[in-house]
């Protein structure tokens, strides 16, 4: 699991909160992720929308893509398709994923990159695995978050942001044992680069085995912790949690307490690897189905007819390859 790897020992560290004294917020619920085929049949696990937990404002979906070690021709993407009222947030942790949409944003990620697309007003887009990742196979590894928009914002021009590996602000946890990348939020006064309209939290966090993380969290912010591999537990509690599961904290409190377990399976041996998400409520009426999502039933239906009517972008046609007239046989 690449991603972005560092010396913890350099890094800023979290400050070390006081046991005592710390209002720790307690683990609610756990919610195991379903299993569900997306796109052209690549198969993802999703802790949510499912019936255990409906919606985790703001967030509306989080898919886990893999691991999985493709074989020649079996990676898949998704065909053109539209989204409007919301984000999508796309992280790829090993193997490479590309994306374009009608605005002309798009382009190549893989191995910690993140690109943040703001569906916003509507647009179309695509997301494949690159032809060498088609042609030869490999491991690809992923997450894909969407993100609600206000009311005032769901109008907006679409946006598109490029997030480099290189831009993640990393940190170490207060012991130096752990590494914590902040995609997007701000953790201790220290921010990452994504650039959101709702206030989020995007952590991912490899614990190293044995190793306790405490996280201050804002206020205000609902907490969820996702299982991308390994084990460990969460909350003063010790709740176990390990791959395909996700903690969803309490309400009030000011900080998050984790732990790895002491050993973990050969495919994580660097450590617990996890996503810590958090944001602020927004908490307007939700009118959803399929790729649109919006405040009213009116909003969907007018979403449908304007992508019918072609105003949500225009799909580019594919470049063909020149064939000169020698080439052609009679």
């Not at 997007?184 to 306790?212: K, Q």
């Not at 991308?228 to 949690?241: F, K």
């Not at 927004?282 to 979403?303: C, H, K, L, S």
């Amino acid at each position: 699991m690449p991603a972005v790897t560092a010396d913890t020992l350099t890094l800023p560290r979290l400050p070390r909160l006081p046991e005592a004294t710390t209002a720790w917020r307690p683990v609610s619920r756990v919610v195991t992720a379903e299993r569900h085929l997306e796109g052209e049949g690549f198969a993802v696990r999703r802790p949510f929308p499912t019936v255990d937990l409906s919606l985790a404002d703001p967030f509306l979906l989080l898919d886990h893509m893999g691991a999985v070690e493709y074989a020649p021709g079996e990676a898949k993407g998704t065909p053109w398709h539209p989204h409007r009222g919301f984000e999508t947030v796309t992280y790829i942790i090993d193997g490479a994923f590309q994306h374009r949409d009608t605005t002309g944003g798009g382009g190549l990620i893989s191995d910690g990159d993140t690109q943040w697309m703001t569906a916003a007003s509507g647009l179309q887009h695509i997301e494949q695995p690159p032809p060498e990742l088609v042609a030869a196979g490999g491991l690809f590894h992923g997450v894909q978050l969407w993100v609600n928009l206000p009311r005032a914002q769901k109008w907006v021009a679409p946006r598109y942001q490029d997030i480099s590996r290189n831009d993640v602000k990393l940190l170490s946890s207060a012991d130096g044992s752990s590494l914590v990348r902040v995609i997007a939020g701000s953790v201790a006064g220290y921010d990452g680069p994504g650039v959101t309209y709702t206030p989020i939290n995007y952590l991912h966090a490899t614990v190293a085995p044995g190793a306790r993380l405490d996280l201050p969290w804002p206020e205000g912010f609902n907490a969820l912790v996702y299982v991308l591999s390994g084990r460990g537990t969460v909350g003063q509690n010790q709740v176990p949690l390990e791959e395909g599961r996700l903690a969803v904290f309490g309400a009030r409190g000011e900080a998050l307490t984790v732990r790895a377990a002491d050993t973990q399976p050969s495919a994580s041996a660097a450590g617990w690897e996890i996503l810590v998400l958090g944001g602020l409520p927004i908490r307007e009426p939700v009118a959803r189905y399929g790729p649109f999502v919006m405040n009213t039933r009116d909003e969907i239906v007018q979403a449908f007819q304007d992508f019918e009517a072609g105003r949500m972008g225009v799909v580019p046609p594919e470049k063909v390859p020149h064939r000169s007239t020698e080439d052609e046989t009679i």
